[in-house]
Each structure stands twice: as C-alpha cells, then as structure tokens.
C-alpha cells in the first residue's frame, strides 16, 4: 500500500490546487493499475503478435505518464493517458469484438475524459475520440457478430474475456472512488470556504468602525497639535497612529473590496464630482507619514488637469492608495516616489506612481495582478490584494493599467481613465 500511495503522489507538490492534485493522483493511479493489469495479460496474448505488440506499447506508454508527472509536465502526462486508452480500446474493440464488448468500456473512457481534463477543449476533442471508438468497435460487431478471431479455444477466450472484465472492473473502481472523494473534498472546501468568508466579513466589519474612529479622532488631534505649541511634543506619537491607523484601514478596505468582487457583489460605478488639486493633495498628506517613516519622500506633479472631474470617489481612492502603498512597501529606502497626473488627450487622464527599488522579476510580472501574489520578503508584509483590485476597479471604470519595471532600478505603473471634467 505505501508503494501504491508513493506513486499514486508522484508530481504532487503543496503549491498545487486541491482538484489539480486530484486529478494528478487520478492519471497515476489509471496508468499504474493499467500497465500492471498488460503485465498480467501479456503472457495469455502472447501466442499473438499483433495483440503482444501493441500491448507492450501500452505498457511503455502508461509507464511514462508516471514520468511526466514527476517533471511537472501534468498536461503531457493526462494527455497521453487519455489517448494512449482510447487507441488501445478502439484497436483490442476492433479485432477482438466478437470477444469483448468494449463499447461499454467507451462509456467510463468519456467519464474519464470530463474527469482529468480541467477546459472545455480538451474535453470536447476527448469525447470526439471516445465516440470515434465505440463506432469502430460497433462497426467491428457488424462485420463479424459471432466469429473469434485468432482461432482461440474455448478456455483461452474466457480467460482473455475474464481478464478484461476483471481489468475494466478495476478500473471503473478506481474513478468511481476518485469521483467521491472529490466530490467529498468539494463540499469540505465549500463549507470551509463559507466561514472564511463569514469570519473574514464579520471581523473586518467590526475592525474597521473602531479603527476608522480612532483614525479620525488622531486627524482632530493634528489639528490641534498644529494649534498649540505646547502639545507639540506628542505630534510624533500621533503620526504612529496615523500610519498605523491608515495601513489597517487600507487593508481591511482591501479586504472588503476582494470579498465584494469575488462573490459578484461590487458595486456599480459612481460618479462624484471631486476637486482635483484638493482631493490629490489630501491623499498625499495621508500617505507622507508612511513615506517618511521609510525615509521616503513623495514627489507629485499635475499637468493639464481641470479643476474638478467626474469620476467614482471611492473606486479611484483604492486605486491610488495601494499603487501609492505598493511604492513605499517596496521602494529603497531613502529614496523617492514620483506620482503623476496628466490629462493625455481631451478624452482620457493618467496616473503614474513610480519608485526606486529592487523592482518585479521578469517571471512574476503576467502574475502581479492575481489575487494572493506579492513581491514581498523578509519583513515586507501584505495580502497580496491590492493590485488584483487596481486592476479590478481599473477595468470597471472602463479605464486599462501597466507596469514596466527594471529589477534593481526602478518600478511604474501607469493607469489611463476616461476624463470626465466636472461642474464645480
């Protein structure tokens, strides 16, 4: 049984998702329990090359399957499985069908077809092949209903049907059991899944009220600070509230965001009538304190602007936030960020935020914008969130976003909107 279990493994890794990790035990489980059932029927078709042959370029085949999933080529591995049976039940069908009835056999070959392969493609192509067998094997009935082939004797002709029964049996075991405890792991991750996101809702609802005082009661402090110089001393203590107050926030609104688009439920855009010069200027201040705890400095520039625009306050505040959060995580400290805004043409405006830094290797750019990746290390903290709802809010306002970065020297992503100029 651990021998069974090892190979049954073989190419699993922790980074895999559960179904693909199914499937993967699946397509080692068919060809292990195929290519040791060819080595059983060998030596009865032995008598004849043209069944001997072809059964030991089964065997050969199923033996490789096992090694393209441990080098990770899952897709080769599933593929040749798949039509390595197909061929074979559309040839042993063929010449032996006064023998076998293998069209049924074409019946759990399609639900193995739906079972390993994940996209709409492959499986159509696969159930085209099964259907391709079983009309070849009725056809082979048609031409000779009643006669075996190959002048077998009685015995040896049950025996060779025995086997295949007892093959076909195993067989159809294996997928039933696979079926059910993947359908058993569904439900569990299911059920998981509905009290991450009841926990996940509920504790960022309760966090973020608490927290969104606290924020605005240090903003008032501030004031006052700013007021009376005698408090001046406690203005560092309440830039640590500020900071830690915004990150929090920042992140339960992430948080919040994620959810919302993932069940489906965002909401649509709105349109907000905001002055630009203010609006920007507020988000800065907001963000120096941050800045300035990494030794970071932040650099804005406004070219061509109107004086207010149109646009969804809220959607394009999580849009500067992270790109501006992102920037300070991951630029080099003592370094600056550069944030720009400029009307492109009469129709669009854009947005570029930049920073000096170790930048994004090649291999995680087509990914950055993926729920749960990030580029952080050491003590660089962060879901892995923000830029998959950038992009999110991004394409719901109609707009597009880019990145382009130079590991080591730089990182910039631009942003482009619509303009809609506003009336106050």
């Known amino acids: 049984m651990k021998l069974f279990k090892s190979l049954t493994d073989i190419g699993v890794t922790s980074a895999l998702e559960p179904e693909d990790i199914s499937r993967i035990r699946l397509t080692n489980k068919l060809s292990f329990v195929t290519a040791t059932l060819m080595i059983l029927i060998g030596p009865i078709l032995a008598f004849e090359r043209s069944?001997?042959?072809?059964?030991?370029?089964?065997?050969?085949?199923?033996?490789?399957?096992?090694?393209?999933?441990?080098?990770?080529?899952?897709?080769?591995?599933?593929?040749?499985?798949?039509?390595?049976?197909?061929?074979?039940?559309?040839?042993?069908?063929?010449v032996l069908a006064p023998l076998l009835q293998l069209e049924y056999v074409v019946v759990l070959l399609i639900a193995v077809n739906f079972y390993i392969f994940k996209t709409d493609l492959p499986r159509k192509i696969g159930l085209t092949v099964a259907l391709i067998d079983l009309a070849l094997?009725?056809?082979?009935?048609?031409?000779?209903?009643?006669?075996?082939?190959?002048?077998?004797?009685?015995?040896?002709?049950?025996?060779?049907?025995?086997?295949?029964?007892?093959?076909?049996?195993?067989?159809?075991?294996?997928?039933?059991?696979?079926?059910?405890?993947?359908?058993?792991?569904?439900?569990?991750?299911?059920?998981?899944?509905?009290?991450?996101?009841?926990?996940?809702?509920?504790?960022?609802?309760?966090?973020r009220t608490p927290i969104s005082v606290l924020h605005q009661t240090n903003y008032f402090l501030k004031k006052e600070i700013k007021k009376d110089s005698p408090i001046k001393m406690v203005e560092p203590l309440a830039n640590i509230i500020e900071s830690a107050s915004s990150q929090t926030l920042h992140i339960i609104n992430n948080v919040l965001s994620a959810a919302k688009i993932e069940a489906g439920k965002s909401e649509g855009v709105s349109e907000d009538a905001i002055q630009v010069a203010p609006y920007f200027s507020g988000l800065i201040e907001l963000h120096e304190v941050l800045a300035q705890s990494g030794g970071m400095e932040i650099k804005f520039t406004m070219l061509g602007m109107p004086p207010s625009i149109i646009v969804d306050q809220f959607d394009l505040t999580l849009i500067i936030s992270n790109l501006l959060s992102n920037a300070i995580k991951y630029g080099?400290?003592?370094?600056?960020?550069?944030?720009?805004?400029?009307?492109?043409?009469?129709?669009?405006?854009?947005?570029?935020?930049?920073?000096?830094?170790?930048?994004?290797?090649?291999?995680?750019?087509?990914?950055?914008?993926?729920p749960f990746v990030s580029n952080r290390s050491g003590a660089i903290e962060g879901t892995g969130l923000g830029l998959y709802i950038v992009k999110t809010k991004v394409q719901s306002m109609n707009g597009s976003i880019s990145v382009i970065s130079e590991p080591g020297i730089f990182t910039q992503f631009t942003v482009t909107l619509p303009l809609k100029e506003g009336g106050i």
């Open 51 to 94: 069944l001997f042959i072809p059964l030991l370029l089964d065997f050969g085949l199923k033996i490789s399957v096992l090694f393209f999933n441990y080098a990770g080529k899952y897709t080769v591995a599933k593929t040749v499985l798949y039509y390595t049976q197909a061929v074979a039940i559309g040839y042993f069908g063929y």
């Open 137 to 207: 094997i009725e056809y082979a009935h048609y031409r000779h209903p009643f006669r075996p082939e190959f002048g077998l004797s009685y015995d040896m002709a049950f025996l060779i049907h025995t086997s295949m029964v007892l093959s076909i049996f195993s067989i159809t075991i294996i997928v039933i059991i696979s079926y059910a405890q993947g359908n058993d792991l569904r439900f569990k991750l299911e059920r998981a899944n509905k009290f991450i996101k009841l926990f996940v809702n509920t504790v960022t609802h309760e966090l």
């Open 332 to 370: 080099e400290k003592g370094g600056s960020i550069s944030f720009d805004i400029a009307r492109t043409n009469g129709a669009q405006w854009m947005i570029k935020v930049a920073n000096s830094g170790k930048g994004i290797p090649p291999e995680k750019i087509d990914t950055i914008f993926e």
